[in-house]
Nanobody, 121 residues
Framework: QVQLVESGGGLAQAGGSLRLSCTAS????????MGWYRQIPGKQRELVAL???????NYAEFVKGRFTISRDNPKNTVYLQMTGLKPDDTAVYYC???????????????WGQGTQVTVSS
């Protein structure tokens, strides 16, 4: 199996910064995209940022210029540096990875357990 473990959430003040980390482990042959989504209670999960193994990035409009996604491919780790935080950024942030496992010839999506980010005004 594959596990994604997130860390780095917590409480920040408006205008502050937080850095999220997520490491994938298990029977991993390769990982294509890794990224971050968030979910506010009562709303659907939404994309925050995504980064391919080749380096292509995709950001939601509401985080452009404030958040930066990066990856350490040999460590199967993705980061989300969040700056200029706003109270509207308060949500549970989920890591995702599209993983090809050993002996399985397809990519499957895996999710972390989520980490709470709370931004106070």
């Amino acid at each position: 199996q594959v596990q994604l473990v997130e860390s780095g959430g917590g409480l920040a003040q408006a205008g502050g910064s937080l850095r999220l980390s997520c490491t994938a482990s298990g029977m991993i042959f390769s990982i294509s995209a890794m990224g971050w989504y968030r979910q506010i209670p009562g709303k659907q999960r939404e994309l925050v940022a995504l980064k391919s193994s080749g380096g292509t990035t995709n950001y939601a409009e509401f985080v452009k210029g404030r958040f930066t996604i990066s990856r350490d491919n040999p460590k199967n780790t993705v980061y989300l540096q969040m700056t200029g935080l706003k109270p509207d950024d308060t949500a549970v942030y989920y890591c995702s990875a599209s993983v090809r496992r050993w002996s399985i010839d397809l990519f499957q999506d895996y999710w972390g357990q989520g980490t709470q980010v709370t931004v106070s005004s």
